[in-house]
């Protein structure tokens, strides 16, 4: 069973890493452009710094970077961890939830028809 979830875990790693050499390529061929990967459009159309998008791109690779060094620094060898602990998941959700919420206020101030945050009533 072991050698199983081991192999299971190999062939997901390779399929995410050929997922992700696919991006690259096509990023390097500009099929996806990165003008504005921390961008957001503000009131006036033009582009503006978004904190959401930014911390969720950090989080991701700082936990990405530490999960492959616990993968590579395991005493017994290379080997995929039993547990990834849940201060790690957590941080992980917190971050993926505030672009959540950040794409949707963004979307529900640009269906009410205007690119400002949305006012309350008195």
Same mark, same amino acid.
Do not use: C, H
């Given at each position: 069973?072991?050698?199983?979830t081991?192999?299971? +875990?190999?062939?997901?790693? &390779?399929? &995410? *890493?050929? #997922? ?15 003008? !504005?990967?921390?961008c957001?459009?503000?009131?006036? +159309?033009?582009p503006?710094? /978004?904190?959401?998008? #930014?911390? =969720?791109?950090? =989080?991701? #690779?700082?936990?990405?970077? /530490?999960? !492959? ?9 290379v080997? =995929?961890?039993k547990? &990834?602990?849940? *201060?790690?998941?957590?941080?992980? *959700? &917190? ?6 919420? +950040? ?16 006012k309350?009533?008195?």
């Open positions: 069973m072991e050698t199983l081991l192999v299971i +875990g190999w062939m997901l790693a &390779i399929v &995410i *890493g050929l #997922f992700a050499l696919i991006v690259l390529y096509r990023v390097y061929k500009d099929d996806i452009p990165m003008k !504005f990967l921390l957001e459009s503000s009131a006036s +159309g033009a503006m710094a /978004s904190m959401a998008r #930014f911390q =969720f791109l950090i =989080f991701t #690779f700082v936990i990405a970077l /530490s999960l !492959f060094l616990v993968i590579v620094g395991n005493k017994d060898g080997q =995929f961890p547990d &990834i602990p849940n *201060g790690i998941l957590a941080l992980l *959700g &917190i971050s993926g939830g505030s672009y959540a919420v +950040g794409k949707g206020i963004q979307a529900s101030t640009e269906k009410n028809g205007n690119k400002e945050a949305p309350q009533r008195p």
